[in-house]
T-cell receptor, first 115, second 107 residues
Framework: DAGVIQSPRHEVTEMGQEVTLRCKPI?????LFWYRQTMMRGLELLIY????????DSGMPEDRFSAKMPNASFSTLKIQPSEPRDSAVYFC?????????????FGDGTRLSIL | KNEVEQSPQNLTAQEGEFITINCSYS?????LHWLQQHPGGGIVSLFM???GKKKHGRLIATINIQEKHSSLHITASHPRDSAVYIC?????????FGTGTRLQVFP
């Protein structure tokens, strides 16, 4: 059974550029999460989808960040325009059903550096 | 004050030692999770528990709901246990994370 697949693994780009991170959840999982991890703030939830519908986007930092889940097997997190303070590791995770009592399965993360 | 507090922040041990990492939380929860993050960066879910105790190999997790406290124990520690251990609690549909405990086990 394939795990959560994220791409790219690493991204280095100049500030002002558009960045798109991609995630394929585990087949059969109905909930998908985007997290950001930094040294200063640790792991933070950005947005959570259930059955492809955004349920909670209160963690999205600002309008420069957007996330979509067009179908059950694909999600994107987009930053436009990117800024150096967006540099972080971005994780995608998925779980069966609503996550209240379900373990989350994490992808390997995308290490993003904005110069 | 953080809703999920872990201690210690950093921990070093000699191979073979018994290790305990603590987690306290201040919110109502439906479950508590222990996660492991290796230096390569990937995050693995070790345990999810809402009461009592769970054991997997050399790892044991316990939770005391009344005291809002959980512990992760590693018996006979090994250098490959070196990682960051993260406590997280399920609150409604969200995970709230602790800041992690960095463990280094030396041969």
């Amino acid at each position: 059974d394939a795990g959560v697949i994220q791409s790219p693994r690493h991204e280095v780009t100049e500030m002002g550029q558009e960045v798109t991170l991609r995630c394929k959840p585990i087949s059969g999982h109905n909930s998908l999460f985007w997290y950001r991890q930094t040294m200063m703030r640790g792991l933070e939830l950005l947005i959570y989808f259930n059955n492809n519908v955004p349920i909670d986007d209160s963690g999205m930092p600002e309008d420069r960040f957007s996330a979509k889940m067009p179908n059950a097997s694909f999600s994107t997190l987009k930053i436009q325009p990117s800024e150096p303070r967006d540099s972080a590791v971005y994780f995608c995770a998925s779980s069966r059903e609503r996550p209240t009592n379900q373990p989350q399965h994490f992808g390997d993360g995308t290490r993003l550096s904005i110069l | 004050k953080n809703e999920v507090e872990q201690s210690p922040q950093n921990l070093t041990a000699q191979e073979g030692e018994f290790i305990t990492i603590n987690c306290s939380y201040s919110v109502g929860i439906s479950a508590l999770h222990w996660l492991q993050q290796h230096p390569g960066g990937g995050i693995v879910s070790l345990f999810m528990l809402s009461s009592g105790k769970k054991k997997h190999g050399r790892l044991i997790a316990t939770i005391n709901i009344q005291e809002k406290h959980s512990s992760l124990h590693i018996t006979a520690s090994h250098p490959r246990d070196s990682a960051v251990y993260i406590c997280a609690v399920s609150n409604t549909d969200k995970l709230i994370f602790g800041t992690g405990t960095r463990l280094q086990v030396f041969p």
